[in-house]
């Protein structure tokens, strides 16, 4: 590339960083609860994992995305500086765009285990920084007893060793950082936070605490029937993308007054057919309601 093409592309790539992470933060901001949770969190609602997923995306996924050739033909002739934001978004309006593809690819490519050199997707010029998952996660190469590398979390180790994918790191670092264990297929998740525009999650929850409001605290003259909270939460449960909504429910428990273990009880058996649907379906919500207490009863008093 030429100096001029060089400068437009890093000015490119400056303003598509800040658009992702911002986007994706806000989502995760906006689905952590605010009250003190009865358990661990799964991770996208836990301020330690957003803390350290901004260095994630910056040195393992961004690297990937940027090496794609569709995402560096966007840069084209605009000016990045005054009004690349906006071209931008008008890019991100398309769902098929080259920059989704290439952050589901980015994640993909680096979720499981794989040999060290073998021909996979995280190879060769798309490569993130050799050792980016050891600085980052502090984690140590394992040691034969010749000195050698050995064959498991060997991040950039020798040719016969194996990089430990993001899945298992992310579980390992939950240990630390107080976050649940990931499930597979978590990854769709964090393949979808781009596709989410905060200002839809903000939308859902304003109107779930709307209906709660009407439900549980107008006098009673006014308010609204038994149960519109549980529906509006299935509305948003299932129009949101990959877990979000099963997210906005998880922090309603935390969250919400009378969103109590009988209220998810209650709302996880009319969501499923089965306990194990249920399990399968919203694993999250499922663990969080087993950790929760059941409310105190209610004593009548009686007086002369």
Known sequence: MTANENERFNQFAAVLTTELLERTKKSMELLAPELQP?????FIQTPSFVEFYSDLVRVGILPVVLSRRPVRAIVGDVDWTREGREYLLTVLDDRSNAVFTAWEYAWDSLWDERKVGQDSAASGSDKPKKGFFRSLFGRRPDRTPGGRSGDH???????SGVLAGLHIMLSEL?????????FHDDVRILKALPRVKPGRVAQAWKEISQYHHQ?????????AKPGVTSECLQKWHY????????????KAAVDLEHVNKPFIGKYI??????????EKGMPYLAIYWKSMSNPAPVVERHTL
Do not use: W, Y
């Open 269 to 278: 058996r009319q969501s499923a057919r089965t306990q194990e649907e249920a």
């Open 38 to 42: 009865c358990s661990r969190l799964p």
């Open 215 to 223: 439900e549980f605290h107008l006098p009673e003259p006014e308010q």
């Open 153 to 159: 979390g060997a991040d950039g180790g020798s040719d």
């Open 174 to 182: 939950g240990e630390k950082r107080g976050f649940l264990p990931l």
């Open 239 to 250: 129009n949101l993308p990959d877990r979000i909504g099963e997210f906005l429910v998880l």
